[in-house]
């Protein structure tokens, strides 16, 4: 069974504080990774996409793909409360969503 | 203005009764894919479709049907309802799928209850 896992939180930072977010896939044959960001009741948004190993920075986020240890993390700088959402990873090669981790950013 | 959409946003209907909730994009993808939201279950994949034609099943199949007769619309057909398909359904659409395929983009979502 090929299965994304995420810590599912909730995950509570205060604001200002980096906020790390881990998944990991079973699936090594996987090429394609992406975060999401979604609000309650909201669809998901694309916040990162990442291909290759090592780190891409967008802004605050940096997303981390280790393919050898089959896992790809998201790292947000200088929380801030309008981060508080769940976000969701999610493995291209099936489809395949984690639960998502929900974030709580503390003013 | 890019998007997919998807109707209705809500509905309320009762056991048994034939319902389809529409999906469209409008960037010409080839891929679309239906997806439902539990608490603490996240989005679970019911079926997609890879192009006009071409759809195959999800984790979650079982009770819903699609149809893609053309590239822009992939509408999710639920034949006999039951509670237990009362969800958040998303439609979601990719330039491609596959393995080094693209980024989905989301509708806004399908809120059915089921009673």
């Known amino acids: 069974q090929k299965e994304v896992e995420q810590n599912s939180g909730p995950l509570s930072v205060p604001e200002g504080a980096i906020a790390s977010l881990n998944c990991t896939y079973s699936d090594r044959g996987s090429q394609s990774f992406f975060w999401y960001r979604q609000y309650s009741g909201k669809s998901p948004e694309l916040i990162m996409s990442?291909?290759?190993?090592g780190d891409k920075e967008d802004g605050r986020f940096t997303a981390q793909l280790n393919k050898a240890s089959q896992y790809v993390s998201l790292l947000i700088r200088d929380s801030q409360p309008s981060d508080s959402a769940t976000y969701l990873c999610?493995?291209?090669?099936?489809?395949?969503f984690g639960a998502g981790t929900r974030l709580t950013v503390k003013p | 203005e890019a998007q997919v959409t998807q109707n209705p946003r809500y509905l309320i209907t009762v056991t048994g009764k034939k319902l389809t909730v529409t999906c469209s994009q409008n960037?010409?993808?080839?891929?679309m894919s239906w997806y439902r939201q539990d608490p603490g279950l996240g989005l679970r994949q019911i079926y997609y479709s890879m192009n006009v034609e071409v759809t195959d099943k999800g984790d979650v199949p079982e009770g819903y049907k699609v149809s893609r007769k053309e590239k822009r619309n992939f509408p999710l057909i639920l034949e006999s309802p039951s509670p237990n398909q009362t969800s958040l359904y998303f439609c979601?659409?990719?330039?491609?799928?596959?393995?080094?395929?693209?980024?989905?983009?989301f509708g806004p979502g399908t809120r059915l209850t089921v009673t």
């Open positions: 960037m010409n993808h080839e891929y």
């Open positions: 979601a659409s990719s330039l491609s799928g596959g393995a080094g395929s693209y980024e989905q983009y």
């Open positions: 999610a493995v291209r090669a099936d489809m395949r």
């Open positions: 990442i291909y290759s190993n």
